[in-house]
């Protein structure tokens, strides 16, 4: 009996300290209802309140590891920490939390009221705030690389006007909390079209730069403003911008310059399956595809080649299919094989440069459109029903 003790004592101190190791993990503590109160104890705490499901706190995750990480070495007199507040309802009602994220600063651990946090949700603005009410310095970030084009008023002309390119133009002010809660997602777009040679993200600091900010009638900050190119998928010329005036998420940002640039990115850098596509070519590729006659296929296939050609040598993505019509001739396994092996190299893509995944992927994308559609029943059967979600 005394053995079984001592063995049930020993797993559950291993357990503690496991459990212990994975909450402390990217040095921003993870809390719940029943550790709350023993991991704060009198130690003055940022507690982030978010939700998994929520938009804002994705967007705000890396930023506040970024904030665990400068004071890691601070935790005997801060803690950086953070709750799942829609998964936890005892939580979210315990601190009253109606929306997500919401940041609360608890000033001498949980025996003081907690004061809500309504500053940036920028690292620096967040750093400050935490030195002002600790006296402790985090330490600097490494500062990460920028995809974002910094433009003033000396080269403005260059860069935009006068770039041949696409380029969507953030003004802003340095002190504007809107701007800052902006960067991050700001940045990530910037990374999504880092390999658009024809699409440039930029930023300008209207407080300094005032002649530009002045000629384009900018009065609110942030402004953000699109000067496509003259040879742009959009009607505007450079010299008439376009106000941009949609939301403010990653996915409204890269929509609106997938529309008005002729591009196909989504969120994240990927192209979506629409990139790369010739409509004309996709609509005999597609009769291709539904046809069990092998005389049909055989006209389709000298159609989709013919019609393929006379994009010229120049339209690489018209070639693809001109390639993928004839090695369908050739083979009947080629479609099934070919589209295979591409998505295989998308997915193990970790060697791949970026322009090269961005062909392999025009070319799956390209190909699918010959493969036979996917059964309704089976694709229905892959369907999960999504729960309805109670939101705060």
């Known amino acids: 009996m005394l053995r079984k003790s001592i063995v049930l004592g020993a797993v559950a101190i291993l357990l503690s300290l496991v459990t212990s190791v994975v909450l402390a993990e990217g040095h921003v503590q993870a809390l719940t209802s029943e550790t709350f109160d023993s991991t704060l104890g009198s130690k003055p705490a ?31 007199s801060v803690l950086i920490a953070k709750a799942d507040a829609d998964g936890d309802r005892r939580l979210a009602s315990r601190f009253n ?15 003081a009221v907690a004061e809500d946090y309504t500053g940036g949700r920028d690292l620096q603005s967040l750093s400050d705030f935490v030195m002002k009410k600790t006296g402790k310095k985090g330490k600097a970030a490494a500062k990460a ?69 002045s000629k384009y009638g900018v009065s609110g900050y942030p402004t953000i403003k699109f000067f496509p190119s003259t040879h742009s998928h959009s009607s505007s010329s450079s010299s008439s911008p376009i106000a941009y005036s949609g939301g403010r998420s990653e996915q409204d940002l890269v929509n609106f310059l997938n529309q008005h640039t002729g591009t196909a990115r989504a969120p994240g850098g990927k192209l979506l399956s629409t990139a790369g596509r010739i409509p004309t070519l996709d609509t005999i590729a597609s009769q291709y595809s539904l046809s069990t006659n092998a005389e049909d296929k055989k006209t389709l296939i000298a159609m ?13 993505n018209a070639k693809h299919y001109a390639r993928v019509f004839e090695k369908a001739g050739q083979s ?39 493969a036979p559609p996917v059964p309704a029943q089976a694709a229905s059967d892959d369907k999960v029903e999504e729960p309805e979600r109670e939101e705060l």
């Open 304 to 316: 989709g080649i013919k019609a393929a050609n006379e994009f010229g040598e120049e339209n690489r």
């Open 332 to 370: 009947d396994e080629f479609i099934g094989l070919e589209t295979a092996r591409l998505a295989k190299v998308i997915q193990e893509s970790t060697n791949v440069t970026p322009t090269k995944l961005d062909d392999f992927t025009v070319r799956h994308n390209i190909i699918s459109v010959f």
């Open 46 to 76: 940022l507690v982030e309140f978010y939700a998994p499901w929520c938009g804002h706190c994705q967007n705000l995750e890396p930023i506040y590891a970024q904030l665990g990480d400068a004071f890691s070495t601070k935790k005997n």
């Open 145 to 213: 690389t920028s995809y974002v084009e910094v433009v003033t008023d000396r080269d403005f002309e260059q860069k935009v006007l006068r770039s041949g390119k696409n380029v969507l133009v953030e003004f802003y002010a340095p002190w504007c909390g809107h701007c800052k809660n902006l960067a991050p997602t700001y940045e990530k777009v910037a990374f999504d079209f880092a390999h658009e040679k024809n699409v440039v993200v930029a930023k300008i600091d209207a407080t300094v730069e005032k002649n530009s900010a």
């Open 97 to 111: 939390i109606r929306g997500y994220p919401t940041i609360k600063w608890f000033p001498a651990g949980i025996d």
